[in-house]
């Protein structure tokens, strides 16, 4: 039954591409516009521009980095809040990224509600709040957050949990287009994180992961909204389909959810994708020929590189492939950067690895370990990326099963200074008591999660669950400098000029170190734990750093059972933009 | 057996034995696909959500939570499972052993 459909479907999806990319091909050298070639230059400039910071990952080589240098560890003692922004019902907390351009910041919340602000003062300058079907809100598991949005051709773009991609006017705040992508009526995931505007194209990728989908990327034309080209990253080629048995790439989860990064020189766009689905495989050690997705299954938890004129494959990298653990490679950070000639590029994965590739063919460098326990595997082959000594969980109980669903990194990204040459990022240390099950998806009418596993978080065996911030070369691994946390921040990091490095803490903390040694240089309570974004940007001669504030994300919602107070009783509906400057 | 039996005749779902376990064995299976992310060892543990074994709420709240979710907590799941699927979840969580107590 469901196979007819999908067949149909998938008939359907076909022409649709077909002619989408017809279509694209007779208006491929529009562009332009609207600033938007200033624009393209400071996105792609490593450093970004120095005053703004125009997309997610502060550039397009995903450094989190502001090359400003007014607020530096001697006088980071007055730094002080310049202004507050509170956006009302942040539902799960603030989640995402702001983004500033010529002294306006514009971000997003929950509900994808947009805000542009003067950058300086906060006073705002215009709102939008898209209708979103509030039905489809409260049945979805991933919601009602939004991660962030991209600005270009001189607008803004922002994703909704119900599967659409909506642009904005950058002066006035007015749609310029509303474009649905993704059925998220029938498939229970929309876009929760932030679009890259590449070109002249904007790129977003849907959910997928324990969703039994086909997890898609989407090329849209940015001057019209019309979708141009579409990626599956289940099943996205006829031959990437033969990993995935008994016709299991119908409902196989995937997804890109976490922006990308973009590499100019060779026009590559670098995305990572989300696990398979179900996330656990009763199959175990015979996943390769029985169970519920027999095979590889490309190209979930991979690391995919795109053409972003016409969205077709140019190479990969599976970094697990049959993921039976949920350690995707959702996480969007892609620090591009050159060692000794060779142009490279660093992706941490969910599980606690940090995969070095080369740009040209994502071909391995180094795989190096950011999080002590892990025993998912017993190694990654350096040189190979193979993953040796599997733990793959058959049917029935286990225990100690190391990191935990969690990860021993989440989504949010670390940075990487160009003057320490040093990557700072947080490690995740947990593990979890797991009972594998059988399940059959739950496809109709709505798509439901499907785990295929009971489990519960659990200290690592001798230690306590806990979280670290390390500084270390982005291409060895080797450690210079480290600060423990008794709980994993779970927000960005920041890096600048000055010679610092933020960490908004899962406490509420939002403390300040000196990027060389470590040493704690400054702190500020914001009175709720952080889970989002955090910029720095000059407006009117003078350095800013703005953060997200507010808790309540999937992952945070661990931390009460975890590690009891302060995370019991935080409010999971507060959150707001703080933003700091020297008094 | 004897609680699952009871709350059986009480939601009206009739008689057999065999069928009820039937939904007994669903109810697990969706359990462990779609609840046990957020409540964890099969809604024996707190994690995300609430430990569900043992609550002392009444089943009319259960079935509602489960039908309406919570914002920002809990997914509504009314319009993805048919009654008989929502109340044997109802059964299955009843039918939870509290350790703890």
New interface residues.
């Given amino acids: 039954m469901t196979t007819k459909r999908g067949a149909l479907y998938l008939a359907r999806l076909a022409m649709v591409v077909l002619v989408a990319t017809a279509c694209s091909m007779s208006s491929t050298s529009q562009g332009g516009g609207g600033g938007t070639g200033a624009m393209r230059t400071s996105m792609s400039e490593p450093a970004g521009a120095g005053n703004d910071w125009m997309t997610y990952h502060g550039s397009y080589q995903s450094w989190h980095y502001s090359p400003l240098t007014e607020i530096n560890p001697d006088n980071i003692k007055r730094l002080q809040v310049a202004w507050v922004h509170h956006p009302g019902r942040s539902?799960?907390g603030l989640q995402s990224m702001p983004l500033v351009a010529d002294g306006v910041l514009y971000y997003t919340g929950?509900y994808s509600r947009v805000w542009a602000l003067d950058a300086a003062t906060g006073k705002p300058i215009w709102s939008y709040f898209p209708k979103l079907n509030d039905?489809l809100?409260?049945?979805?598991?991933h919601?009602?957050y939004t991660r962030g949005i991209a600005l270009g051709q001189g607008k803004v773009f922002v994703g909704t949990v119900d599967g659409r991609l909506i642009a904005l006017d950058m002066k006035t705040g007015r749609p310029a287009w509303d474009t649905k992508l993704v059925n998220s009526e029938k498939l229970?995931v929309g876009f929760t994180g932030a679009p890259l505007f590449v070109k002249d194209k904007v790129i977003i990728g849907s959910q997928g992961g324990?969703w039994p989908g086909r997890g898609p990327i989407f090329g849209v034309d940015a001057a019209s909204g019309r979708k141009v080209w579409e990626f599956l990253t289940v099943a996205g080629t006829e031959e990437s389909k033969k990993t995935w048995g008994n016709d299991s790439w119908r409902t196989g989860g995937g997804g890109g959810w976490m922006a990308g990064g973009y590499d100019a020189e060779s026009n590559t766009v670098w995305w990572g994708t989300g696990n398979p689905a179900?996330l656990y495989d009763w199959a175990g050690f015979e996943w390769k020929t029985t169970g519920p997705r027999p095979g590889d299954n490309l190209f979930t938890t991979a690391v995919i590189a795109l053409d972003p004129d016409n969205g077709r494959l140019k190479f990969y990298h599976q970094e697990l492939p049959h993921d039976a653990w949920d350690f995707d490679s959702a996480v969007g950070e892609f620090v591009m950067l050159e060692r000794d000639g060779k142009k490279l590029v660093v992706h941490p994965n969910k599980g606690g690895h940090v995969f070095v590739y080369d740009r040209k063919d994502a071909s391995i460098v180094n795989v190096w370990q950011l999080t002590k326990h892990i025993n998912f595997v017993k190694s990654i082959d350096p040189k190979t990326g193979a993953l040796i000594g599997r733990r793959d969980l058959p049917l029935g109980k286990h225990t100690n099963l190391c990191p935990a669903i969690a990860g021993g990194m989440s989504w949010n990204s670390g940075a990487y200074s160009p003057k320490t040459g040093l990557y700072y990022k947080i490690g995740q240390e947990w593990c979890m008591?797991l009972?594998v099950?059988?399940?059959?998806?739950?496809l109709e009418?709505?798509a439901?999660?499907?785990?295929?596993?009971?489990?519960?978080?659990r200290n690592p065996e001798g230690d306590k669950a806990h979280g670290h911030l390390s500084a270390r070369d982005p291409v060895t691994g080797a450690k210079k400098w480290e600060v423990m946390f008794p709980e994993p921040p779970l927000a960005s990091l920041l890096a600048t000029g000055g010679n610092l490095v933020f960490v908004p803490d899962p406490r509420g903390m939002l403390r300040a170190y000196d990027a060389q040694s470590g040493k704690e240089v400054w702190s500020h309570n914001n009175g709720i734990g952080h889970n989002g974004g955090i910029i720095s940007f000059a407006a009117k001669g003078k350095q800013y750093i703005a953060v997200a504030t507010g808790w309540?994300s999937?992952v945070g919602?661990?931390f009460?059972?975890l590690f009891g107070e302060p995370y019991k009783s935080m409010p999971?509906?507060a959150g707001a933009i703080v933003v700091f400057t020297l008094e | 057996m004897i609680r699952i039996l009871a709350l059986t005749v009480a939601l009206s779902l009739g008689p057999a034995v065999a069928w009820a376990q039937d939904r007994a064995a669903e109810a697990a299976q969706i359990f462990a696909s779609t609840c046990g992310f957020c409540h964890q060892d099969g809604g024996r543990a707190a994690g995300r959500g609430p430990k569900l074994a043992g609550t002392d709420r009444p089943d009319d709240y259960l079935l509602n939570r489960i039908r309406v979710g919570k914002e920002g907590a809990m997914p509504a799941f009314g319009r993805a499972f048919s009654e008989a699927q929502l109340r044997a979840l109802v059964v299955y969580i009843r039918s939870l052993k509290d350790d703890a107590r």
């Fill in positions: 539902t799960r929950s039905d809100v409260a049945a979805q598991t919601s009602p229970t324990e179900p008591d009972e099950i059988k399940t059959t998806p739950v009418p709505q439901q999660l499907d785990i295929g596993a009971n489990f519960k978080l309540g999937l919602d661990e009460g059972e999971k509906d």
